[in-house]
């Protein structure tokens, strides 16, 4: 491991000001650390928030602020999650085991790497780590990798259950000193940045608006009950009556670089009636948009299924 400088910052002014060239805000560390170990990440100073004012969680409204070092598991723990955004408590708790949601922040939750072996392989080329070099996951293992928005330089996934949840409940991210911009727009669309932040930016914050009244939930498909990555999952919300969807959110995990926000099934499913075959049509306009490679197209039928299941099983349709 590379020789490092180790600060903590107990105001956010004084976080951005001890965060030089060559920084890195260091949250639990149960990422950072571990791609600092591999190689992959050569931060020449950490810049310790977890002792940041941001680890409250308060009622806002019907809505929530969340403190960005707030550790995963209080985040799921918290009554006002588990009752009013079962969603969220849902994918956090689907998300790593208990000693790692323990100490994981939900700043760092959002800004953790991908988990492409070729990203976490120093020996192999790939984009993400040095734009240019080549994706060895192209013709490589890419069993677990993007069917949606792929382009020549990189197929990565992001890794973060939660995100997908937040990005179905249209969260918003606070950035100190500026001004907040939508879940969406964190992410952005380049294909190897991990995020649109600048080096220096401090996430303190996410907010989450009120649900208005849709009932949701969180599935994850994974190789491994105990812990794992998800191939596909979605976080799922909707509001039926008299057997009409009035509204509905959809985000798919593990399909794209970024929390797939599934607008197209949304629009579908708009007034529609609340029945499989509608949720059939729904999911088919979604994934008609999906681009899969040799080694993850069963992901397209792993989402529809995982579409039509979650939405017949919330709306009790048949
Ligand atoms: C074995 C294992 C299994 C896992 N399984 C899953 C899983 O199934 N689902 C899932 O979602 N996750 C999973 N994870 C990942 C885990 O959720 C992340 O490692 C964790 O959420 C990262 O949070 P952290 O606070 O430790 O981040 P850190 O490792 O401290 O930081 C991650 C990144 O965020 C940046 N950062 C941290 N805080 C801030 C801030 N406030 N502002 C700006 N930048 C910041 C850091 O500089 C770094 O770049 C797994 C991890 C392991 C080790």
Excluded at 251 to 260: D, I, N
Aim: glycine share 10%; with cysteine.
């Amino acid at each position: 491991m590379r020789p490092f400088t180790y600060a903590r910052a107990t105001t956010p002014d004084e976080a951005v000001d001890l965060y030089g060239e060559g920084s890195a805000y260091l949250g639990g560390g149960t990422n950072l650390v571990d791609l600092m170990r591999l190689g992959v990440a050569l931060p020449s100073q950490l810049v310790d928030v977890t002792r940041l004012p941001y680890d409250r969680i308060e009622v806002d409204g019907d809505g929530l602020l969340i403190g960005a070092t707030v550790r995963n598991s209080d985040l799921a723990a918290h009554a006002v999650v588990r009752e009013r955004f079962p969603v969220l408590a849902r994918a956090v708790l689907s998300g790593a085991s208990g000693q790692i949601r323990n100490l994981a922040t939900v700043g760092g939750n959002l800004l953790q790497r991908t988990r492409c072996s070729y990203f976490q392989d120093v020996t192999r080329p790939c984009n993400r780590r040095e734009l240019g070099a080549g994706c060895s996951a192209r013709e490589g293992d890419h069993h677990n990798l993007a069917i949606f928005g792929n382009t020549p330089e990189c197929i990565a996934t992001h890794p973060s259950d939660m995100a997908v949840a937040l990005a179905a409940l249209d969260a918003n991210v606070v950035i100190h000193g500026r001004d907040e911009i939508p879940l969406d727009s964190l992410y952005g669309h380049d294909p190897v940045r991990n995020s649109t932040l600048e080096p220096g930016d401090l996430i303190t914050h996410v907010r989450i608006p009120a649900l208005d009244g849709m009932t949701g939930t969180y599935k994850k498909v994974r190789e491994r009950a105990s812990f794992a990555f998800a191939l596909v999952s979605l976080a799922a919300a909707v509001d039926v009556k008299d057997g009409v969807i009035q509204d509905c959110r959809l985000a798919l995990g593990g399909v794209a670089a970024k929390p797939w926000r599934a607008r197209r099934a949304e629009a579908a499913l708009r007034q529609a009636p609340a029945t499989v075959p509608e949720f059939s049509r729904a999911a088919d306009a979604e994934l008609a948009g999906a681009e899969p490679l040799r080694g993850n197209a069963y992901k397209v039928d792993l989402a529809r299924n995982l579409i039509v299941g979650t939405l017949s099983e919330l709306a009790g349709a048949r």
